[in-house]
């Protein structure tokens, strides 16, 4: 059995792109697939992030793989949605790429956005925690976390959620954050190369082609 550990990057992917989905007709929904899907809204890496766990959501059981995440990893999806819809806000309004760092934290979300952010993420939490598809890891080792951060120049963050991985005995920590490797402790890997362990293991690849309902 291999152990997976989700990173808030994957898990915010799939929350973005699975609204993105909803919101769309059945007909613009198989658009979408057939043209991997909509690139400009989400990157390529999102897209297997979605896939990855939507086949999980529609298997609810993966043989020989087993699903991880952490309290503070979902946390940080929230920051990881409303960074992506600041960043759509100054694309629109044509703010150059060198004052994001600067204005951004500044941009205010409409109230009905936050909304639908606090719906999705509690869905999130209810269908993946809650029906237990994906376990909750807390515990964090000194030792691993110190290492993550003077050997492998990790930030504190990052090397706090490495380390639960790690404690909970992960085989692998799936991330979009390349600036992430692979280390004694566990392996990092693409969405990418999860779902094709995924699609290994599943006896269901068919729910890309159906429709998706809302939560």
Same mark, same amino acid.
């Given at each position: ?54 086949? $999980?959501? &529609?298997? *609810?059981? +993966?043989? /020989? #793989? ?6 503070? %990893? =979902? ?51 209810? $269908?993946? &925690?809650? *029906?237990? +598809?994906? /376990? #909750? ?6 030792? %691993? =976390?110190?290492?993550?951060?003077i050997n492998k120049h990790c930030d504190s963050h990052d090397a706090l959620l490495l380390s639960q991985a790690f404690s909970a005995q992960c085989d692998f920590f799936v ?19 999860l779902y094709e362990k995924i699609k290994e293991v599943s006896n269901m690849t068919r729910g890309i082609s159906l429709p998706f309902e809302e939560f």
């Amino acid at each position: 059995m291999e152990r997976i550990f989700f990173d808030a990057s994957v898990m915010a992917d799939y929350i973005l792109f699975k609204g993105l989905i909803n919101r769309k007709s059945r007909e613009r929904q198989i658009e979408i697939l057939k043209n991997n899907l909509e690139i400009s809204k989400l990157t390529k890496k999102g897209v297997y992030s979605f896939l990855s766990l939507e086949t $999980l959501r &529609i298997n *609810r059981h +993966m043989p /020989k #793989l087993e699903f991880f995440t952490s309290n503070l %990893a =979902i946390a940080e999806v929230g920051e990881v949605i409303k960074e992506k819809h600041q960043i759509d806000q100054m694309v629109e309004q044509g703010i150059p790429l060198k004052y994001w760092y600067k204005i951004g934290k500044n941009i205010k979300l409409p109230k009905d956005l936050g909304n639908i952010i606090r719906k999705d993420m509690i869905m999130f939490y209810i $269908l993946f &925690i809650g *029906r237990k +598809m994906i /376990k #909750l890891t807390e515990e964090a080792l000194l030792q %691993a =976390i110190t290492d993550f951060i003077i050997n492998k120049h990790c930030d504190s963050h990052d090397a706090l959620l490495l380390s639960q991985a790690f404690s909970a005995q992960c085989d692998f920590f799936v991330t979009k954050d390349g600036s992430l490797k692979s280390t004694d402790y566990v392996d990092v890997i693409s969405p990418q190369i999860l779902y094709e362990k995924i699609k290994e293991v599943s006896n269901m690849t068919r729910g890309i082609s159906l429709p998706f309902e809302e939560f």
